[in-house]
């Protein structure tokens, strides 16, 4: 069993930025396929960016150079750095973890098989 805590959600001006962090605790960290994905109020939810256990990083195209994903595999963190904010970055954002060897795209929910709580974002001035 793997347990998954974001924290670093707030309230942010647009053009701003913030960090998010997920701990993770309970499993072989170094070895899983870790991502972060977004619902918005009233849509779906969606992938923003992924890093694999050889840190290749994966990213959807709204968030491309904006955002940064990273993992520190000896304190069993992922953290994504969001620049450059809009105001339809708003959502609450939710860590995911899942085991290597699934043979389902990155960004489907399906690769995943644990998930945080969520942390609020929300970008308005």
């Known amino acids: 069993q793997v347990q998954l805590v974001e924290s670093g959600g707030g309230l942010v001006q647009p053009g701003g930025s913030l960090r998010l962090s997920c701990a993770a605790s309970?499993?072989?960290?170094?070895?899983?396929?870790m991502g972060w994905f977004r619902q918005a109020p009233g849509k779906e939810r969606e992938f923003v960016a992924a890093?694999?256990?050889?840190?290749?990083?994966y990213y959807a195209d709204s968030v491309k150079g904006r955002f940064t994903i990273f993992r520190v595999n000896a304190k069993s963190t992922v953290s994504l750095q969001m620049s450059s904010l809009k105001p339809d970055d708003t959502a609450v954002y939710y860590c995911?973890?899942?085991?290597?060897?699934?043979?389902?795209?990155?960004?489907?929910?399906?690769?995943?098989?644990?998930w945080g709580q969520g942390t609020l974002v929300t970008v308005s001035s």
């Open positions: 309970g499993t072989s960290f170094s070895s899983y396929v």
């Open positions: 995911a973890a899942g085991r290597s060897g699934i043979a389902v795209e990155i960004s489907s929910f399906g690769r995943y098989n644990y």
């Open positions: 890093i694999s256990w050889n840190m290749n990083t």
